[in-house]
């Protein structure tokens, strides 16, 4: 074939590597394309010169390769063409050939010459049969070990990337696999795809598919334990349960297995019951008959992280501390402090104050306008007064709250992922040491993030958690800032006087109106004039609304407000009002016709308010965190650079996939953000996802403007559907079994 065009496929010949990654065998490469001259029997260059991107190991320049590619159209570099299949072919010339063992390290031109002479074409052949062959020629140990190494690893790898590609998995996971299983990585795919999955690979439904593939060659055990182990996985990651009832567990899992759409056989009982037994064995679960009344099958690291949290928190609240006040003097700091800065706090946050003070661990809650911002200063400056060398270290769970306690505070704050050392070095049990850990936004902490931070805390450390229990749960699994509450077994300081704007705020006033009535009966209060906080703009039907969010965004933008002082929030992804579609919309409305950056996804322009999707510890970015695209230069190493509030970043052409738009995001990944103001589309059609829960927690992102878009009538039902915040998880009897129950502050 002599050229190329969509979905085709052809032969070319490396001609020069432009980049490659060792990581994940990512390869950029220029080739020429070849053609069959039937005569000579030869493969000719013809003069079409062609720019590939695919997978590859040990790839060197001159080899031949037969490529399956898909052609796209780089802005930088032109028309190139993604390798989504390839078969590497063996140097069909003495000429190829040579060229090849000279690229081996150790090898060079006179050993290869001598190779070529002994064997001709014949080397892989001879050196894979009998690699003592190489002995008689006088070659290195080095040189021997080398070739015989990139022959093998050449082979197996090629034979991995076939068999992957026949099987519909994508050449990605190729180098991973490679170098997990080595050269019997094939033998041991056949034998076991779900390997594949417990090995953290490829999810479940991928290898299943692939089991199927290979003609449910698998043992029937090996399927029943990886999908009984998805379905606690999933109840973990979707439903945010730390453990799951083993009364209810043969359900779940038939539920689960049952979206094979009839392809295998429902697991009985005792199938389900062998594959927990082996999951349990083999270290994936913990199932507990002990502390429940009835046994709980815990993920490994649930069960841990839950038992841990418990336990760490008990010797924290009774370990001696470095920092030692009494309360006398622990108010006479209170009131130099708010002499100090001119203001007098209320006796709640006194109170809330001093027990910080005097506390191993205690807890500040409390809805928006409560003054938990002001309190938490106050705690930060009677410590000062008291000791100006106290060590005080203040942490959130993402990168935008971190941002904010610092910019409230003036204090420096980070991540708790980066206090902890997650995931390079986490620290070890007492090896963070200092005199306070202030922790804020600790809704949105999940079970495994507050064992991690209750472990490595010294236990002379005094402990002090922040946060609205009011608000959404974290993603993660446990609702760890209600069960302390809960448990009653750590002081909690509960802040319900409204301060904000002297309580004037409307913002304040309907987010505690949803908080004080629980049954729905809610009657919500809107500004009726210019400079008012909390707008509802009636529109009937989802175009409408669109229509409505767009001039709201437009009418924003010319009045001065930055894009990224002004956030669109809607409960789901898919559909006319998703974010999805709203953030195209929205794209082209404030950046049309930018310089753009395609990615699988999205198409990214220079201008673009984008957020990070999954934590980059290389990058130092986290999920949730938002900034706008500065530069694109479309290079495989610097593709795109983002300008985040505190440092800019620059991404290569993996990393950017990370990203995604932000004109519009959902309510889950707005927690610990503020916006100056909040646009939230409120239909009748995207209810099924959206409840009072919700929708407290998207009012409450907006600093200064609540603009709702819809019908009263779906509001009205959003405030009636209460959301679930029950979920599975021990931690409250864990709790008062190691510390007890003490009455709260």
Known sequence: MNGLALLEEADVRVRKIRYHSEDTCRTVFT??????????????????????????????????????????????????????????????????????LISVKGVGAVFADMLMKEFGMDVFTAIMDDPSC?????????????????????????ELLMFLQLNGISPAHTAEIYRNYGASAVSKIRDNP??????????????????????????????????????????????????????????????????????????????????????????????DSVSLPEPAIYLKSGYYAETRAAERLAILMTAPKRFNTTEADATKALSAAESEVRLTLAAKQKQAVLTALTSPVSILTGGPGTGKTQTL???????????????????????????????????????????????????????LVCDFVIADEFSMCDIQL?????????????????????????????????????????????????FRQSGKSLIVENAHAIINHPNGCISMKFSQEKGGDFY??????????????????NKLVRDGVPVDNMEVLSPIHGGL????????????????????????????????????????????????????????????????????PDRRVWYDAEQVEELELAYAITTHKSQGSEFDTVIIPVHETILYNFNRNLFYTAITRAKKRVILVGTKSAMEIVLRKQGSVKRHSNLVARLRKCIGTATAA
């Open 377 to 431: 200063t106050m705690i930060i400056k009677a410590i000062k007064n008291i000791d100006p060398s106290a060590d005080i270290r203040l942490c959130a769970p993402t990168g935008k709250a971190s941002i904010r306690m610092h910019e409230l505070t003036g204090e420096r704050a980070e991540t708790i992922h980066r206090l902890v050392g997650y995931p390079q070095a986490i620290l070890e049990e007492n090896e």
């Open 536 to 553: 509802m703009i009636e529109a009937d039907t989802q175009r409408q609304i669109l229509k409505t969010v767009k001039q709201c965004v």
């Open 31 to 100: 080739a020429v394309v070849l053609e069959w001259r039937p005569r000579l029997k030869v493969w000719a260059e013809t003069k079409k010169e062609i720019t590939c991107v695919g997978q590859f190991y040990g790839l060197v320049e001159s080899d031949h390769l037969h490529v399956h590619v898909e052609e796209y159209d780089d802005p930088k570099h032109g028309v190139q063409y993604q390798i989504y299949k390839s078969n590497r072919v063996q140097p069909g010339t003495e000429i190829e050939m040579r060229k090849f």
């Open 577 to 644: 009002l998703g974010t999805n579609n709203l953030n195209m919309v929205l794209q082209d409305l404030l950046n049309f016709g930018a310089l753009a950056y395609s990615t699988r996804n999205y198409e990214l322009r220079k201008g673009d308010k984008v957020i990070q999707t999954k934590n980059n510890y290389d990058l130092s970015v986290f999920n949730g965190e938002t900034g706008i695209v500065k530069e694109i230069e479309f290079s495989v190493e610097r593709a795109l650079l983002v300008e985040f």
């Open 134 to 158: 190489m002995n008689r020629l006088g070659l290195n140990k080095t040189a021997k070990e080398s070739l015989y190494q990139a022959i093998v690893e050449n082979s197996v790898y090629e």
């Open 194 to 287: 779900y390997a594949l999955y417990l090995d953290g690979v490829v999810d479940f439904r991928t290898a299943d598919k692939l089991n199927l593939s290979l003609g449910q060659n698998a043992n029937p055990a090996f399927r029943a334990a990886a999908g009984v182990l998805a379905c606690i996985r999933e109840s973990s990651e979707k439903d945010g349960d730390v453990y799951v009832k083993r009364i209810e567990l043969d359900n779940l899992v038939a539920a689960f297995l049952g979206r094979a759409d009839g392809a295998y056989a429902e697991l009985s009982e005792p199938e389900v019951q062998d594959a927990l037994d082996t999951l349990a064995r083999d270290g994936y679960l913990v199932v």
């Open 450 to 498: 507050c064992s991690w931070l209750f472990n490595c805390v010294c236990s002379g450390a005094r402990v002090v958690i922040v946060g609205d229990h009011e608000q959404l749960p974290s993603v993660g699994p446990g609702l760890v800032l209600r069960d302390m509450i809960t448990s009653g077994a750590i002081p909690v300081s509960q802040l319900k006087e409204v």
